[in-house]
């Protein structure tokens, strides 16, 4: 029986471990190009709507290595809606990107404030500045004939009429989706859109602007004014007011460019 040498054990040793540590740090600068460098985005939903409008994103998101928060808007103030926008951002371990959809937009202007927010997406939303208030901004142009906002009821909430809900709202969705959703949407107290923002995040932080071009429940035009006054970069995508759950891919895209762009300064 042949017998090695310690040399020639040695020299098997030496080729084994190049070999594990070849493929380890393989692996590790694999795993570090797949994670992004800023993983966190807090996604905040508008009126007329939950969190659960999300999952699309949340899965496309989950899949390329984010970790993804849903806020669940109490819609009962604009101060409410903010402190549970601050409480999901407290949570977050490092820079977070923040997302808001139609009203949200006028939430993360002043949670984005909080300091683990490097950047702003706005998916068809509001974004008023110091001092204005969300009617302001719905009122620049005359609203859709799909548009179903009703008048606030009794008790100061505001409901999307349930006849316009599928044209006005999610049009590009099965009726029976947006069904779903007119039949989850939350309690809107209308007092939220009547708050001025104090200080409005978009002045210091990057931000990012979505148009739905087939929106019905705000203006394209004045989304295209607000993203143009406040110098943000503008994506324009077709679809409904809720694009985001309509094309989830191309929403997506724009949340990954801003994690993309900001991790570069």
Do not use: C
């Not at 993360?108 to 969300?134: C, M």
């Not at 107290?189 to 932080?205: D, L, N």
């Not at 979505?210 to 035009?221: G, N, Q, Y």
């Amino acid at each position: 029986m042949k017998t090695t040498t310690i040399k020639e054990q040695l020299n098997h040793y030496f080729m084994f471990a190049v070999l594990f540590f070849s493929f380890f740090f393989s692996a590790t600068i694999a795993t570090a190009q797949n994670t992004p460098a800023v993983k966190n985005v807090v996604l905040v939903h508008g009126a007329f709507a939950d969190g659960s409008g999300w999952r699309g994103l949340y899965d496309i998101l989950s899949k390329k290595g984010y970790h993804v928060t849903i806020v669940q808007n109490p819609l009962s103030s604009l101060e409410d809606d903010v402190r549970a926008t601050n409480l999901a951002l407290d949570k977050q371990d490092g820079p977070t990107i923040l997302v808001g959809h139609s009203w949200g937009g006028t939430v993360i202007t002043e949670a984005g404030n909080h300091p683990k927010v490097v950047a702003l997406v706005y998916v068809a939303a509001l974004q008023p500045d110091n001092g204005e208030n969300s009617v302001q901004w719905l009122q620049t142009a005359p609203p859709a004939p799909e548009n179903g906002v009703l008048a606030p009821d009794d008790k100061g909430v505001v409901y999307y009429d349930q006849a316009k809900f599928h044209a006005g709202f999610a049009g590009d969705l099965p009726k029976d989706q947006s069904d779903f959703m007119f039949a989850s949407q939350g309690a809107f107290y209308a007092k939220g859109f009547g708050t001025p923002i104090t200080q409005a995040a978009w002045r210091t932080k990057p931000a990012y602007g979505i148009v739905a071009t087939e929106d019905k429940s705000i203006s394209p035009d004045i989304e295209r004014a607000m993203y143009k006054r406040s110098k943000t970069k503008i994506t324009e995508i077709k679809g409904s007011h809720v694009v985001f759950i309509s094309q989830p891919k191309a929403v997506a895209e724009v949340i990954i460019t801003a994690s993309k762009e900001v991790a570069k300064k």
